[in-house]
């Protein structure tokens, strides 16, 4: 298990950027898969994108495929997602997700999670 924390959350218009951070404690955090998930307002938790231990293979939902770019710095033990061309849709509370264990695909439901962080808001204005 690892523990995470996310940042980087914030207010900002349609069509701007942010950049989200998750920092994970432990170890062994090159050996796991990481993503992102969202919920909001009134939706249940949804898939964003995911990243293997190695960072080589990226996967994304589509409504976020091309805007988002989700990565990785082992060294760091810090996973990122980089938000462009936000939309008021994008509106949600943005969690890091932790895969169950070394070396364990992380899919895009919210079973394959082994470790949350506690999230971060995401506003987008219109």
Do not use: H
């Not at 523990?3 to 959350?9: D, F, I, R």
């Not at 069509?15 to 062994?28: E, H, I, Q, V």
């Not at 695909?105 to 808001?121: H, I, Y």
Request: hydrophobic share 35%; aromatic share 12%; proline share 2%.
């Amino acid at each position: 298990q690892v523990q995470l924390v996310e940042s980087g959350g914030g207010l900002v218009q349609a069509g701007g950027s942010l950049r989200l951070s998750c920092a994970a404690s432990g170890r062994t955090f090159s050996t796991y898969a990481m993503g992102w998930f969202r919920q909001g307002p009134g939706k249940e938790r949804e898939f964003v994108a995911r990243i293997k231990w190695s960072g080589g293979s990226t996967y994304y939902a589509d409504s976020v495929k091309g805007r988002f770019t989700i990565s990785r710095d082992n060294a760091k033990n810090t996973v990122y997602l980089q938000m462009n061309s936000l939309k008021p849709e994008d509106t949600a509370i943005y969690y890091c997700a932790a895969g169950r264990g070394p070396y364990m695909v992380l899919l895009t439901t919210a079973g394959s999670v082994g470790s949350w962080g506690q999230g971060t808001q995401v506003t987008v204005s219109s």
